[in-house]
């Protein structure tokens, strides 16, 4: 085997086996993990507000009545057959 090509599979399993170690080490760096999570989940569920969970909870119970009306006219017209 030429010496070329030993150090050429050589870079390339380190390449291999130093990439998941670095990305474990950075995943367990815990100022860049915390500040990027706490972020990302302030970003994802906000602080809860009285306006927008009463808008959600009127939102479900327009969903609730519109789908009871649905069964509602579908029973109805099988009734009618």
Not at 30 to 38: G, L, P, Q, T
Not at 65 to 78: F, P, T
Request: net charge positive; hydrophobic share 35%; glycine share 0%.
């Amino acid at each position: 085997m030429p010496v070329e090509s030993k150090y050429s599979c050589l870079k390339q399993m380190m390449l291999y086996l130093s990439f998941p170690v670095a990305m474990f080490w950075i995943s367990n760096q815990a100022e860049y993990f915390e500040e990027y999570i706490v972020k990302r989940k302030r970003e994802i569920f906000p602080p809860d507000e009285a306006v927008r969970r009463k808008e959600l909870e009127d939102f479900k119970e327009r969903m609730r009545v519109r789908k009871e009306q649905r069964i509602l006219k579908k029973y109805s017209a099988e009734s009618e057959n």
